[in-house]
C-alpha cells in the first residue's frame, strides 16, 4: 500500500511519528489525487467536490506551517510528492 511505502521511506530516516507533518501532507496529497481522478467521471458529484476543497485547505494550512518551521523539510517534502514547481532565482 501507498502509506507502507512512505512509512518505509521516512523509517530509514528515523522517523516513525504518522502523526507528523510530513505524513499528514503525503495522505492529504493522496486523497486529494483520488478524489480528482473520481470527480472527473463524476462531475456534478458536488459533495466530495467539497471535501475535496476542505482537504486541499489542511494540506495547504500544514504546509503554510511546514515551510514556518522547517523550510528545508518543506523544500524536501515539495520535490518528493511533486506537489509544486520550485522557482529558481
Given at each position: 500500500?501507498?502509506?507502507?511505502?512512505?512509512?518505509?521511506?521516512?523509517?530509514?530516516?528515523?522517523?516513525k511519528?504518522?502523526?507528523?507533518?510530513?505524513?499528514?501532507?503525503?495522505?492529504?496529497?493522496?486523497?486529494?489525487?483520488?478524489?480528482?481522478?473520481?470527480?472527473?467521471?463524476?462531475?456534478?458529484?458536488?459533495?466530495?467536490?467539497?471535501?475535496?476543497?476542505?482537504?486541499?485547505?489542511k494540506?495547504?494550512?500544514?504546509?503554510?506551517?511546514?515551510?514556518?518551521?522547517?523550510?528545508?523539510?518543506?523544500?524536501?517534502?515539495?520535490?518528493?510528492?511533486?506537489?509544486?514547481?520550485t522557482?529558481?532565482?
Open positions: 500500500m501507498v502509506k507502507n511505502s512512505f512509512i518505509s521511506v521516512s523509517s530509514q530516516e528515523k522517523e511519528n504518522v502523526g507528523s507533518v510530513e505524513f499528514q501532507v503525503f495522505s492529504f496529497t493522496n486523497k486529494i489525487k483520488r478524489l480528482t481522478s473520481h470527480l472527473e467521471l463524476h462531475k456534478k458529484d458536488y459533495l466530495s467536490q467539497r471535501g475535496l476543497r476542505k482537504i486541499l485547505g494540506r495547504q494550512r500544514l504546509l503554510t506551517y511546514l515551510s514556518k518551521k522547517n523550510r528545508v523539510g518543506y523544500k524536501e517534502l515539495i520535490s518528493k510528492l511533486g506537489i509544486r514547481e522557482k529558481t532565482r
